[in-house]
């Protein structure tokens, strides 16, 4: 793999004249809704439910509404359905699923096709839908909750021992999208406020599933590219660094890019000032392996995607360094005192009287930002158990400080699965320059 820095001054040429073939298919809104006794799909969907959220949201209520706040409630599936239309022109393209959190046992059935059955209730699941997508016709996509007591003995899932309720449902955010066949699976930024450099590290992931006469799978030609830029205005503040290199059909990869910066504005909560880190991959070529015959020729196929942008991610981010000396803490280098409260939003998922507050923004805002800031507050402690994906947002965006703590008291499940999901957390949590302490028990 090679990797090239170029000094840029527009956005033009980063792109290039590359064919975008990216599509976000947004399912946030309005399921539908039902429970059933059994595992198998209702008949009949007869409730609507707001997404994100909990089942007790569902209109008409749910049969056993009052006891769910209770946890005395009889276990039952629990099924949201979406219907969408995919555009003719995304044929042959790759299609996933990103659902950023929900619980319990998430069952994915994609046009009557079983896609796949997980157990993390607290970190993103990615699910391939291509294989059943139809393209220019109406999609239908069925996700069975089950309850918190199914969960397999595999699960990384402490046990609350002050609250009395889990109940299901798709929790954070949920989308679909399309696009070529390498997907940038992860991208975590790693700023150093002391050196001046930011790092990116990236995880690819190759969808295609096309093989070599040998029955091997092919390897696809790449080309990835990344900048930075501030936020609000967009200026680009660094050249653009060039990797390529090719990756095998099923396969994932790891691309890492430095970036030296020449001038640096911090983050703190007092100034959180945001930058933006863009990287773009472009799937170019299946490449051609002749298996050391010279005669051999290239198969004449071509495929749609070819040299165009497979992926593209925008990734917050901000510059700011936090350590610990003694009894102290330190932001950006200088000795900072931590004022605020706890928030245990798990807690409080099981009051009756939450109805879709922790879902609306607005409410959010003013919990989080707007009542603390007046108080002069400046830190959280997200506690037994981590929050929907814009609460980070808001506190990146804004300036409140925070320390994340995972899902887990008095510990559940096998090492195996602590290892997937805490790697997962970091990857998807840790851009934000709101979260300064990381808690895993």
Not at 412 to 436: C, L, M, V
Request: neutral net charge; charged residues 25%; glycine residues 6%.
């Amino acid at each position: 793999m090679k990797i090239r820095y170029f000094l840029i001054f527009a956005i033009l040429p980063f792109f290039g004249f590359s064919q975008n073939l990216n599509t976000i298919i947004p399912l946030n809104g309005t399921a539908d809704f039902e429970q059933t006794e059994n595992a198998f799909p209702p008949q009949k969907f007869t409730r609507k439910i707001p997404v994100p959220g909990l089942i007790d949201l569902a209109e008409p209520k749910i049969d056993q509404y009052d006891l769910y706040f209770s946890g005395q409630h009889q276990p039952r599936y629990n099924w949201y359905r979406f219907r969408f239309n995919i555009s003719k022109k995304d044929a042959n393209k790759y299609a996933i699923l990103k659902l950023l959190k929900s619980r319990y046992n998430t069952q994915i059935i994609f046009n009557g096709q079983d896609c796949g059955q997980y157990m993390q209730c607290n970190t993103p699941i990615d699910c391939d839908l291509t294989p059943f997508m139809k393209a220019g016709e109406e999609n239908e996509l069925l996700i069975r909750l089950g309850e918190r007591a199914w969960l397999p003995k595999e699960a990384a899932t402490g046990f609350d021992r002050e609250k009395y309720s889990d109940i299901p449902g798709i929790w954070d955010d949920i989308f679909i999208e399309i696009g070529g066949p390498i997907k940038i699976h992860r991208a975590l930024v790693l700023p150093n406020l002391k050196e001046k450099t930011v790092t990116i590290k990236t995880v690819l992931e190759n969808y295609a599933k096309i093989l070599e006469r040998n029955m091997e799978y092919s390897e696809i030609e790449y080309e990835a590219k990344a900048f930075l830029r501030e936020k609000k205005t967009k200026k680009i503040i660094s050249g653009t660094a060039i990797a390529s290199g090719k990756i095998q059909c099923q396969q994932a990869q790891k691309i890492v890019f430095n970036f030296a910066m020449d001038e640096v504005h911090s983050w703190s909560p007092e100034d959180p000032f945001l930058y933006e880190a863009v990287v773009s991959i472009t799937s170019q070529k299946l490449f051609f392996n002749n298996y050391g015959n010279k005669e051999s020729i290239r198969p004449s196929k071509k495929y749609a995607w070819e040299m165009s942008i497979s992926d593209t991610k925008n990734i917050t981010f901000g510059m700011r360094d936090f350590e610990s000396k003694g009894k102290d803490f330190y932001l950006n280098g200088k000795r900072y005192n931590l004022f605020g409260s706890t928030l245990t939003l798990n807690r409080f998922f099981e009051d009756r009287d939450r109805a879709h507050l922790p879902w609306d923004r607005e409410w959010v805002e003013n919990l989080m930002i707007n009542i603390p800031k007046s108080l002069r507050w400046n830190f959280f402690r997200v506690s037994i158990g981590l929050l929907p994906d814009f609460w980070y947002d808001l506190a990146d965006q804004h300036g409140i400080v925070i320390q994340n703590e995972y899902l887990m008291w008095n510990l559940r499940g096998r090492p195996s699965q602590y290892k997937k999901e805490y790697t997962d957390w970091i990857w998807a949590d840790g851009n934000h320059p709101s979260i300064i302490i990381w808690d895993a028990l």
